[in-house]
């Protein structure tokens, strides 16, 4: 039978609390330093971007944070998200895996990104906070961000990375749907972009160099404050819906995963959909791999190092313990913008450091044949991140099938791709090329690191 099975829960099942992981880490994270001093930095000295309700949960170590009724009511416009048996792809395959994928493209912006935007929008709207500035790479957290700050009546000005700009001019489209503005980045309207833009007139941008023009316009009016997409704690916490919801349905579907497989580019989906089976397991739950894939052209955490980091490029923000290529490190213009990120989450960044999860880095010809051999079964076609995490699972399947092992395979199709159809055009026109750096690159992207 090769029937597509979907699993739904009742609204009256969304989750009432977040998942803190940092409540059952065997060590805790390393503290986020000044970027001034490198002293430890405390709740005063990142409230000129931060509301306090988002800095005590980014600091917080409880177990379970509740998450507000009016965040809830909004989440209920597409949540819980369906998870998915793909025996279609299992037949493709013909592998004797059983693949099943929690899929987060059903969200008012296709993928997983609202389920942290909702929430910090609330949290600064009853803060007093006006405006937010955010940036954003391929554009689901730009969108994401622009509808959730609508929901509330805030103003949302997006720095967008500009290779992802001129990739994806419906993805601004939908942003200034939503009453937000967009800028490409770097851009002449900051301090860091004119910086930028005075060394290297053509730069295709990064998330670093966004995330620098967001941070400083945020600290120059009391009225505004910053939101990021992923990375951070609180960015994370709010992301474990995914898997709260997961573990239900794979109890209603009557199996447990063998394997659970996201892409990471600073973390945000693949946190989410791990951690609550994560936190399940070090608490004495039962066994399961993790594996979080990365491109091949931003090898944060196959290739980078664990390092007290910048998350921006004009070394505005606090420095944070994570796996980093250094905050100068500028990827290719690849189509997966999301993931073109110099850093990782530091709460991912610390998994891996324990042994508790597996990385591997996908080149994108790779991720893009695989995803259409995925859209061929399923029906759907995945977001230029997401078929990293596609390419991943089809790798697993794989391997079940040449070991001959029934394993179950769970991994999270965090977003659809109708707003990224150009690069499937490149992809069939052979205008995409895969990117290898050689050890010496790395070695140069790596030297600028700080001394601490």
Known sequence: MSKQLKYLLPEDKLPTHWYNLAADLP????????????????????????????????????????????????????????????????????????????????????SHKPNSAV??????????????????????????????????????????????????????????????????????????????????????????????????QAAQRDDTCYALGSVLNHVLLHQTIIGLEAIEQMEMAGAEPDVIVGCTGGGSNWGGLVFPYL????????????????????PTLTKGK????????AKLTPLVKMHTLGSRFVPPGIHAGGLRYHGMAPMVSKVLELGLCEARNVQQLECFSSAITFAK????????????????????????????????????????????????INYFGDKLVDYDYTESEIAMALSGLPSV
């Open 119 to 216: 929430a910090q929008a609330y949290y600064n709207a009853i803060s007093g906070t006006k405006r937010i500035t955010t940036e954003t790479g391929a554009g689901q957290w730009g969108s994401s961000l622009a509808f959730a700050c609508a929901q509330f009546g805030l103003e949302c000005k997006v720095f967008m990375v500009r290779c992802s700009f001129e990739q994806k001019p419906y993805r601004a489209a939908l942003m200034e749907t939503f009453d937000a503005t967009v800028v490409p980045s770097p851009s002449s309207e900051t301090e860091a972009g004119r910086a930028i833009l005075a060394e290297d007139p053509d730069s295709t941008g990064s998330l670093g160099m966004a995330i620098a023009e967001a941070v400083e």
């Open 377 to 424: 079964a399923e029906g759907i076609v995945p977001a230029p991140e997401t078929t990293h995490a596609v390419a991943g699972a089809i790798q697993e399947a794989l391997r079940c099938k040449e070991e001959g092992k029934e394993e179950t395979i769970l991994f999270n199709l965090s977003g659809h791709g109708h707003f990224d159809m150009q690069a499937y």
């Open 279 to 298: 936190g399940r397991k070090l608490r004495g739950g039962r066994d399961v791999r993790l594996v979080a894939v990365e491109p091949a052209a931003c």
């Open 306 to 313: 664990f390092a007290y980091d910048y998350g921006d490029t």
């Open 27 to 110: 060590s805790p994270l390393d503290p986020p330093l000044h970027p001034g001093t490198g002293a430890p930095i405390g709740p005063d000295e990142l409230s000129a971007i931060f509301p306090m309700p988002i800095i005590e949960q980014e600091m917080s170590t409880e177990r379970e944070i509740e998450i507000p009724e009016p965040v809830r009511d909004i989440l209920r416009l597409w949540r819980p998200s369906p998870l998915f048996r793909a025996r279609r792809l299992e037949k493709a395959l013909g592998t004797p895996a059983k693949i099943f994928y929690k899929y987060e493209g059903v969200s008012p912006t296709g």
